[in-house]
């Protein structure tokens, strides 16, 4: 019903790169820098200042070609828009970057329940949150462990409802 045409090797292939652009970015930040408040953060911290942008860019469209139903196109769109709005430390820029990061991060997750039937993923993703808040909220990373366990979620809901 919300599917649009789906190539599986297109799929899997878009997925297993948007693994790597996670994981190579995530880890050489938090090497390089330490824990941060949140991926977006890391726009200051990055040089040059564009890689954070081709960051998202690549996991958009990961999300967007993996996950070919409607609700990972929007997300898709959603954070390519976030991304021409980097700079969140300048008050006009902050508002758009949040609304379109949220509803990012939130379309793909309401795509996993309603494409897939995931719901039991989204349940664990809700009940980590829960669990880790009181953990991550004294080291003020909790909106970056929010970022990581979501974008974590969404890659294995894909694979899972798309691979398995």
Known sequence: MFEIMYNPTIGL?????????????????RCDFGPLKSISISYYYVKPYWLFQVFIWASAFSILLSGQAIF???SGLCLVIMAAFPTIKEK???????????????????????T????????????SVIVAYPIVKKRGTFIYWLEVLSISTIIIGIFIGRFL
């Open 72 to 74: 990972f196109t929007l």
């Open 13 to 29: 292939i878009s997925l297993i790169f948007g693994v790597v652009v996670f994981l190579v970015y995530l880890i050489a930040v």
């Open 116 to 127: 897939f039937g995931l719901w039991y993923l989204i349940g664990a993703l809700s009940l």
């Open 92 to 114: 006009e820029y902050y508002l758009p970057h949040m609304i379109f990061a949220i509803s990012g991060l939130s379309l793909s997750i309401l795509g996993l329940g309603i």
